[in-house]
């Protein structure tokens, strides 16, 4: 595939490209097993709304540098004292958490590209993705309660939605490891491929959902959100609907109205069974 650097970009973490409507983000630290510090996430995060605001985009793949490993959590090395992991500043930051809720509140599909090591945070980054293609060498688990953290949070209740809750307390309170083909009985994953066929077969899901409908994409997903996410999966679900509105002639009357100085005529527009 042709992918292109996106331009602009300055980041030492992350490599962002994009091809026919995809952008494809790697996390680059593979002498890390693709761990994150704090400067990583914030650099899937800037990519993540730069792809979001470019209207030739409508998929987004999440993937990690080489065959070894899609991401192995958070970087231990620079975990600190303080509530976090310390950027090059010593601030502490938990933004894993941010970038969970971006994944989820992004308005098209997110698909992670799994080869290798899927561990710790790295498995719950996937997890927050709408799609998972693992490689036949991937392997998934967490290590929070072994390395003395956990997540609590999506990493806990969206791995009960997903893999169901006896299963996901297995996952997490013996912290084994899975293989592929195990992730994908539990329902962890969508589908297995050999290696040498991940990203043409990502891909290749990339571009059935680009032929889709963006909209019906976009508030299928917040859909899919909403109960798990509360008052925020409504307000996501119920953005879309204003969105849908402000396209009406009606939501643009009472605009109109207002910036004419004169009362809105609403008479005009059917009240639908
Ligand atoms: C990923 C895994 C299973 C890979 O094992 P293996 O044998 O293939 O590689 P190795 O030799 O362990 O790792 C290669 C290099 O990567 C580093 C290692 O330290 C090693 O470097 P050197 O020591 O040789 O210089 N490396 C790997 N993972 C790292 C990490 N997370 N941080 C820093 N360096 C790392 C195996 O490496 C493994 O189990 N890694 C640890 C996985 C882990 O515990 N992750 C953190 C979970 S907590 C979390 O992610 C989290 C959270 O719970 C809540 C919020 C946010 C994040």
Redesign the pocket.
């Given at each position: 595939f042709d992918w292109q650097p996106a331009p602009g970009t300055d980041y030492t973490d992350i490599l962002f490209d994009t091809f026919e409507g995809i952008a494809r983000i790697t996390i680059n630290r593979p002498?890390?097993?693709?761990?994150?510090r704090p400067e990583t996430l914030e650099e899937v995060m800037d990519a993540l709304h730069r792809a979001r605001l470019d209207p030739d985009v409508g998929a987004v793949i999440l993937c990690g540098a080489g065959s070894?490993?899609f991401c192995?959590?958070?970087?231990?090395?620079?975990?600190g004292e303080h509530g976090?992991?310390k950027n090059e500043a010593g601030v502490n930051h938990?933004n894993?958490?941010d970038l969970q809720r971006m994944i989820r509140t992004l308005p098209m599909p997110v698909v992670a590209m799994v080869a290798?090591?899927a561990?710790?945070?790295?498995?719950?980054l996937h997890l927050v993705c709408d799609l998972t293609i693992a490689a036949d060498n991937a392997?998934f688990?967490?290590?929070?309660p072994?390395?003395?953290?956990?997540?609590a949070g999506f990493?806990a209740g969206l791995m009960a939605r997903t893999v169901g809750l006896k299963k996901a307390k297995e996952i997490w309170f013996l912290c084994r490891?899975y293989d592929a083909q195990q992730a994908l009985e539990m329902g962890l994953v969508n589908t297995v491929v050999a290696l040498a066929d991940l990203e043409r077969e990502t891909v290749g899901w990339c571009r059935e959902m680009l032929a889709l409908s963006p909209t019906a994409l976009r508030v299928l997903k917040a859909g899919f959100n909403a109960d798990t996410d509360g008052l925020s999966g409504i307000q996501e679900l119920a953005g879309n609907a204003t969105a849908l509105f402000y396209m009406t002639e009606e939501g643009q009357e009472g605009r109109n109205a207002f910036n004419e100085k004169r009362s809105p005529d609403f008479g005009r527009y059917p009240r639908r069974p």
């Amino acid at each position: 595939f042709d992918w292109q650097p996106a331009p602009g970009t300055d980041y030492t973490d992350i490599l962002f490209d994009t091809f026919e409507g995809i952008a494809r983000i790697t996390i680059n630290r593979p002498h890390v097993r693709n761990a994150f510090r704090p400067e990583t996430l914030e650099e899937v995060m800037d990519a993540l709304h730069r792809a979001r605001l470019d209207p030739d985009v409508g998929a987004v793949i999440l993937c990690g540098a080489g065959s070894e490993a899609f991401c192995a959590g958070g970087d231990q090395k620079v975990r600190g004292e303080h509530g976090g992991y310390k950027n090059e500043a010593g601030v502490n930051h938990l933004n894993a958490l941010d970038l969970q809720r971006m994944i989820r509140t992004l308005p098209m599909p997110v698909v992670a590209m799994v080869a290798g090591w899927a561990i710790g945070g790295g498995n719950v980054l996937h997890l927050v993705c709408d799609l998972t293609i693992a490689a036949d060498n991937a392997r998934f688990g967490q290590t929070g309660p072994r390395v003395g953290s956990f997540d609590a949070g999506f990493g806990a209740g969206l791995m009960a939605r997903t893999v169901g809750l006896k299963k996901a307390k297995e996952i997490w309170f013996l912290c084994r490891q899975y293989d592929a083909q195990q992730a994908l009985e539990m329902g962890l994953v969508n589908t297995v491929v050999a290696l040498a066929d991940l990203e043409r077969e990502t891909v290749g899901w990339c571009r059935e959902m680009l032929a889709l409908s963006p909209t019906a994409l976009r508030v299928l997903k917040a859909g899919f959100n909403a109960d798990t996410d509360g008052l925020s999966g409504i307000q996501e679900l119920a953005g879309n609907a204003t969105a849908l509105f402000y396209m009406t002639e009606e939501g643009q009357e009472g605009r109109n109205a207002f910036n004419e100085k004169r009362s809105p005529d609403f008479g005009r527009y059917p009240r639908r069974p």
